[in-house]
């Protein structure tokens, strides 16, 4: 396999899952960003407590760190992996009326947590949204983004103008 093929197709073009048996446990770490915009007056609720579905940003943290540890499960080719730390943390822009969060996936294992750390962004933003929705249908979810990995034979990986 050339450098820069897929690694989830085999010789015929046919997806895969990616034998890992032979590679080394090692300790990997991948950290995502997203974020989520909104009105105002829905980021003052969610910071008063007054949403009526409750804590917007503790069931958020919740289903973040739930869904990381399903990857496996969600995302088809994945490996499912024995994660050993999730944390999904927020940042509240009141100048642009939004809120960041970001997730760090932990593991020692054959295989990188990129996708763990941005499913849990995902997912808690979307439980921002599902949480929030009665009072604001406006809402965007966006800039999910790997900003940093590291472990592995590929090495670290820090992005840019973060």
């Known amino acids: 396999m050339t450098e820069n093929a897929l690694s989830h197709l085999d010789d015929t073009g046919a997806a895969h899952m990616v034998d890992v048996s032979e590679k080394a446990?090692?300790?990997?770490?991948?950290t995502a960003r997203g974020r989520v915009s909104m009105a105002p007056s829905t980021l003052s609720l969610i910071e008063s407590g007054?949403?009526?579905?409750?804590?917007?940003?503790?069931?958020?943290?919740?289903?973040?760190?739930?869904?990381?540890?399903?990857?496996?499960?969600l995302i088809p080719l994945?490996?499912?992996?024995?994660?050993t730390g999730v944390d999904v943390r927020f940042d509240i822009d009141r100048a642009q009326s939004a809120i960041d969060i970001e997730a760090t996936a932990t593991v020692v294992g054959k295989t990188g947590v990129e996708m763990e750390a941005m499913v849990?962004?995902?997912?808690?933003?979307?439980?921002?949204?599902?949480?929030?929705?009665?009072v604001d249908r406006a809402m965007v979810i966006g800039e999910v983004r790997?900003?940093?990995?590291?472990?592995?034979?590929?090495?670290?990986?820090?992005?840019?103008?973060?």
């Open 25 to 30: 446990d090692t300790m990997r770490r991948a």
């Open 50 to 73: 007054e949403m009526a579905k409750g804590s917007v940003l503790g069931v958020a943290q919740i289903a973040g760190i739930m869904a990381a540890k399903q990857t496996g499960s």
């Open 78 to 83: 994945c490996h499912p992996l024995p994660l």
């Open 120 to 134: 849990a962004v995902s997912l808690a933003a979307l439980t921002i949204y599902d949480m929030c929705k009665a």
């Open 146 to 162: 790997l900003v940093h990995k590291s472990g592995g034979k590929s090495g670290e990986f820090v992005r840019e103008a973060e």
